[in-house]
């Protein structure tokens, strides 16, 4: 059975610079290096006897790019359409919900 102290080392080691500054590249003289956000987290518990567990877990998304180009360093945000595409049905749906009932509040209001 693996250890709580096993668990926390292995996930120390799994997050390295690797993980956040990707392997840099170059084109043309300007060179790119790919940055993550990495985030993680663990868990366990046990109960009486050796009944009981553990986990853990890491997610990353990338958070944008260093370019350098003739000795200037320029950082360039990543954009995650999905979270903006997300985002935005979220809103109407919302407007949607409540836009009948400020329609009715205002037109009360009116009389």
Known sequence: MTT????LD???QSVSVRDV????YERDGVTVIP?????GGGGGGSATGESGGHGWGMKAEPAGAYVIKGG???WVT???VNRIVTGSFAVGIAWAIVAP???????????
């Open 101 to 111: 009932r400020i329609a009715k509040h205002t037109w009360k209001w009116r009389r």
């Open 35 to 39: 940055v993550a956000r990495v985030s």
């Open 4 to 7: 709580l102290q096993d668990m």
């Open 78 to 80: 990543a954009v995650n």
């Open 72 to 74: 200037d360093v320029r």
């Open 21 to 24: 500054f990707g392997e840099p």
């Open 10 to 12: 292995k996930a120390g």
